[in-house]
């Protein structure tokens, strides 16, 4: 899987940075993306990109702020004017509903695609067999929530050697060996796949935040992930002022993600106050707390 951000500004965009969306290419799962927030203009960040509209299948709304909805109803629109019919489905707060339905009544706008638009509780979100989606409340000016996305651990690999050892041919039935089911030979035995497994393969864990001063959930939402997606919208001498607005500070930031124990923190939604002489001097106050730790461009790609 891979992440690109689309917007990186918190509040408002500025010449370097838009506001907040990131798109995650399903790549290794599935032909599909799923977008995090969509802020004004974010269809024209995609324009830049390789990313295909009609391919997003799910959009996850942290809340309801301008600048992570307001280029929503247009990128749905442009969806529907390219002829997309491939079904779409938007999650997010109470009020993402009413939103969306009042806004495409009053433009006259129409879809070409099955849209589902689905108001969020904590909690699972649902299980689609390659992964699993839950939703975690955060403390905000207004409700919030961030997503934990979670990949099921894949088999093992196949032991080759004992194969060998065992006289068990290549065959038309290592496809099934390698999910673990039994399977007959042409010899007529019977063997069990997970007898010839290694050790499962752990997948992959990702956790992205919403708007949020520091809150307990935060430290569930993030245990253990391989890549945390967390504001840093203002440095740590501003702390108060962030704390205040229902944002974090670099150091809040940083402290959580070597607290939860993540592999790589990624900082996102920088207030417009800085410019890139200023984006340093943050990297520095997050890795003097947790040193694998990045501020995100608009563009940049990752690898989960």
Partial sequence: MQLTFLGTSAGVPTKRRNVTSMVLNLAGIRKAYWMFDCGEATQHRILDTPI????IEK?????LHGDHIFGLPGLL????????????TV???????????????????YMTYPLEIIEIEAGQLFDDGDLIVSAYPLTHRVECFGYRIQQHDKPGPLDAQKLAAENIPRGPWMQALKQGKSVTLTDGRTIDGRDYLGAPQAGKILAIFGDTQ???EAIHLAADADVMIHETTLETAMEEKA?????????QAA???????VKRFIATHISGRYG??????????CQAIFPATEIAEDFLTIDI
């Fill in 255 to 261: 402290e959580l993600a070597r607290d939860a124990g």
């Fill in 91 to 109: 999650y997010g707060p109470k009020g993402l509903k009413n939103y969306l339905e009042t806004v495409l009544a009053l433009s006259a706008s």
């Fill in 214 to 216: 520091p809150t307990g």
């Fill in 243 to 251: 704390n205040h607005n229902g944002h974090s500070s670099t150091r």
């Fill in 59 to 63: 959009i996850f709304i942290t809340h």
């Fill in 77 to 88: 629109c442009s969806r529907s004017m390219g002829g997309s019919t491939d079904p779409l």
């Fill in 52 to 55: 295909k509209t009609p391919k």
């Fill in 276 to 285: 890139p002489e200023d984006i340093g001097r943050l990297l520095v106050e």
